[in-house]
């Protein structure tokens, strides 16, 4: 199984809501990650855990906080987001610590939209 | 820093004709190499992956890259498509420094078969 979940699917929100966006994955694999893709654009890293430990936070502004509750479990809480951030989430994760040559299994996205 | 180029942002192709999408890349350090398919409202699947060894990867799908060096290119190739083919394609480098790494992407060839 190779699956990785995300939910929800589609997600509409005004900029005072706060919402969160859910990813998981029952392949035991150690090291999630949350990517940013807008339309017609390549995926934009924002965050690695490894261990479920933040390993790496790309400068992504403070409206987006990540939680790696297990090793299974990865959320994106958003808060008091902007219209440029409407966007397709995805969430990734790989076997080992995140290394560069771990193949990185991802889910379907959540498609976000920010009113 | 890394850097990924793909020239072409479309490459229209005929049902059963060769194809070549191709791939660059920079960076001032070893990196790995791979290459994902995007379907419509869908999230990324892995095609093929270069990280030591062999210069020629084959990949799922029918599809192969060929590593070179010197001309630092990971072009994709497959000899024969489908109207399934049709789709967003990323090459996507990432580090081999060790630690955990997101990937880089390029931004992405849109393939279109012909019938």
């Known amino acids: 199984d190779t699956e990785v979940t995300q939910t929800p699917k589609h997600l509409v929100m005004g900029m005072t809501n706060k919402k969160s966006l859910k990813c998981e994955q029952h392949?035991?694999?150690?090291?999630m990650y949350w990517y940013k893709q807008k339309a017609k654009k390549p995926p934009e890293l924002m965050f690695v855990y490894s261990y479920e430990k933040l390993s790496i936070n790309e400068s992504v502004p403070s409206r987006f906080s990540p939680e790696c509750p297990n090793s299974s479990l990865l959320n994106l809480h958003l808060h008091a987001l902007q219209p440029e951030d409407s966007a397709l989430y995805l969430c990734?994760?790989?076997?080992?610590?995140?290394?560069?040559?771990?193949?990185?299994?991802f889910g379907p996205g959540t498609r976000l939209l920010v009113l | 820093a890394q850097s990924v180029t793909q020239l072409d942002s479309q490459v229209p192709v005929f049902e059963e004709a060769p194809v070549e999408l191709r791939c660059n890349y920079s960076?001032?350090?070893?990196?790995?190499l791979f290459w994902y398919v995007q379907y419509p409202n869908q999230g990324l699947q892995l095609l093929l992956k270069?990280?030591?060894?062999?210069?020629l990867v084959k990949g799922i799908n029918g599809f192969e890259a060929e590593f070179n060096k010197s001309q630092t290119s990971f072009h994709l190739r497959k000899p024969s498509v489908h109207i399934s083919d049709t789709a967003e394609y990323f090459c996507a480098v990432s580090h081999s420094g060790g630690g955990a790494d997101g990937l880089t992407f390029g931004k992405g060839t849109h393939l279109i078969i012909q019938p």
């Open positions: 960076s001032s350090v070893s990196v790995y």
């Open positions: 990734a994760s790989s076997r080992g610590q995140g290394a560069g040559e771990e193949t990185q299994y």
């Open positions: 270069y990280l030591s060894g062999s210069t």
């Open positions: 392949m035991g694999h150690r090291a």
